[in-house]
């Protein structure tokens, strides 16, 4: 009885967590008149307000405001409101036409038949469009110098100029994964000129979970702060699925078609074929997919480089494509019909995810022929795609030493000129299997300081099991903490604001105010209260670690008492806040600009250049 009724303490103590975790962040928008040539609308950008209480005898706490992901509420049965459907539509430069609807409609009555989901839902509300005439990609608009409404509110969003953005998406170096289709999405930006990103995988193999499940996880990965998602479901009712989780997502939805090309094909890669992947990939951009996962890069010729590798090729699309390759001893079609894909992809404003289907699996093949030669292959398919105004990113390994994370991203960033890199993790030790969100965020936190766009993040779960939705939870705030120490070593503008209204709440004993500022309210809050459960804690000058006689922090604060006077001491508070540095104190390099050269023990991008000519590359 004991332990049910210690059970029952954590369950109301996480309860009591969230509860307040809710009441103190509140999703709030930001009105931006904007006009053009082709409408007048007023954006409203979202943001989180984060309330704060005050100083006791100094005065009250401004609310901090942080970026947004999570979305309005909806009834999800109803989905989203189409936020950019007038803009696109404004534009005048897309067509309506009737497409698969009809598949659709057939693919929603079959999950309903099974079970999976319901009648109530009202599934798509507006016609699939697609471009007239010209691409309506965003990248077209910014080389014609056009400042869109996408671009007006992403540099709110981000609170920079909104020429940085036209120019980082006309340069290639940002990427604004936008579906004409998927109106619904806020517009958001992947580049190494903005604030670092991360992605979370979901959908699962089983038959068993309902759609409305998969809706929740999308919601519960959003909440916590995915600024994207991968829809990767290879089950039952693939279409409809799909279908709730982009009516319902604020934020872009990223898929590898080929998953759903194979389910296709009863799962034989040798009945594959360029057709049948062509029409999944239209049918996936008429739904509204805003990234898709294409591994062109795996060629006929790289197959062979993996054959004395430990853990051969990791990559599930590249396998697929590697086994079609071999069978059929043809280059593949990704590859050779890649312009076809660029056309299509203009004509929806879906951007490419460059696939690193040889990435290495494992540290023993890190950096090595295979994983290189893709590549090179992923830098000349970057331009072809450039060409036709289609939006690139690269997808990065993988298991990488840490002392040759930098070189992957250096060298990214000189073979694909500058294309946002998006990695997953990398792992930086193959040790530790049900801690590989540390083993990665390790490796994404160098990656990601060194200018990796997009972290594509790990759950404690990889190399041993489907995600739970704990795990995802695990999975976004270990990347979350990547992602923004990645920022603050970038020297980001603002980056370091939330350390220091956290610190300066720490060091005030306001602890509410410490568990809403931090990434896990409900954490930090449960973690506080296992010990200290009763309400007047949350104004103790002490936590359970020291005790009321041995708090660091209690002590700094009476030797301020009895030698600052109050002058100083508001002084050194009013410091902490604006972050200003006492003198004498100097602040370290940019190490974005510093070219301090890495120590690596593998081959520097030039001779692997080299090396590559000679290969005949
Ligand atoms: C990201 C970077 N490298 C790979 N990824 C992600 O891995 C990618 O975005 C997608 O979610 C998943 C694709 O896995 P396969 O098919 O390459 O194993
Ligand atoms: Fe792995």
Redesign the pocket.
Known sequence: DAQKLAKQQRVDIAARGSKQRDKAHIRKTKSVPFSYEYGSYDLEVPYTEIKLSDTPGVGPNAPFHDYNTEGPKCDPKEGLKPLRLDWIRDRGDIEDYEGRRRNLQDDGKRAIKRGRATKEWRGRTHQPMRAKDHPVTQMWYARHGIITPEMQYVATRENCDVELVRSELAAGRAVMPCNINHPEAEPMIIGSAFLTKL?A?MGNSAVTSSIDEEVEKLTWATKWGADTV?D?STGNDIHTTREWILRNSPVPI?T?P??QALEKVEDDASKLSWELFRDTVIEQCEQGVDYM?I?AGVLLRYVPLTANRVTGI?????SIMADWCLRHHQESFLYTHFDELCDIFAKYDVAF?L???L?PGSLADANDAAQLSELMTLGELTERAWAKDVQVMI????HVPFDTVRMNIELEKAVCHGAPF???GPLTTDTAPGYDHITSAIGATEIGRYGTAML?YVTPKEHLGLPNKDDVKQGVIAYKIACHAADIAKHHPHAMDRDNAISKARFEFRWLDQFNLSYDPDTAIAFHDDTLPAEPAKMAHFCSMCGPKFCSMAISQNIRKAFGGEAAQQQIVADAVTGKIPEGVETPANPVTDDTVVSANVLSPEEILAGMDAMGE
């Not at 997808?395 to 993988?398: C, F, L, Y």
């Open positions: 992605n995988n991968m990767l990223g590898v080929m998953y996962t591994h990791v990559s599930r699309g590249g995810s696939g690193d289907g990435r997808e990065g390994p993988g998006y990695t997953l594509c």
